[in-house]
């Protein structure tokens, strides 16, 4: 086994052992804690594997995208079904711009857009896009008109795309 197996077996053992109690010799691992285990499990396999939408629909339910419906079709509208340069190239899914107010995980620029080292990490700079707006006051109750309010996108009828 490779090194790289015990050293993640190793951090996991290490995760339980931090995160239980034994009641009555019962072994009871907290939610939250059995939650970042399956989410490293899926880092693992996800940096593994070819991109595809059920991956992708798995990341955003262990970043805690907000209204990850809508955000699964900005990906698809913006990267025209997976196929575009940008996606490609700089694995970039929402057409980001690399970040200078917020903090970011973008790994440099690529046409005037974020790069990133792995579609994943794409997803982690939109949920920390989100979380900056929140901080700033923002609701993201109605994400559409939160879209609109802030000038997601250049076209002008970028949000009716989203919706049909």
């Not at 993640?8 to 290490?14: E, N, P, W, Y």
């Not at 995208?65 to 079709?73: D, E, Y």
Request: a positive charge; charged letters at 20%; hydrophobic letters at 40%.
């Amino acid at each position: 086994m490779k090194l790289k197996n015990y050293l993640r077996i190793g951090f996991i053992v290490l995760l339980l052992l931090l995160n239980v109690s034994v009641p009555n010799g019962i072994v009871k691992i907290s939610e939250q804690t059995l939650f970042n285990v399956k989410k490293m499990d899926f880092y693992n396999r996800a940096l593994s594997q070819d991109f595809s939408v059920e991956l992708l629909i798995e990341c955003l339910y262990y970043e805690k995208i907000q209204h990850p419906t809508i955000v699964l079709k900005q990906s698809r509208l913006e990267t025209g079904h997976y196929t575009s340069e940008l996606f490609k190239m700089a694995n970039n899914l929402f057409g980001m711009r690399l970040a200078h107010v917020r903090e970011t995980v973008a790994i440099g620029e690529y046409n005037y857009h974020a790069c990133y080292s792995h579609w994943t990490e794409s997803v982690k700079d939109y949920k920390l896009w989100q979380d900056y707006y929140i901080s700033q006051g923002y609701r993201l109750t109605n994400y559409f008109a939160f879209l609109q309010y802030i000038g997601y996108a250049e076209d002008p009828i970028y949000l009716l795309k989203i919706c049909s």
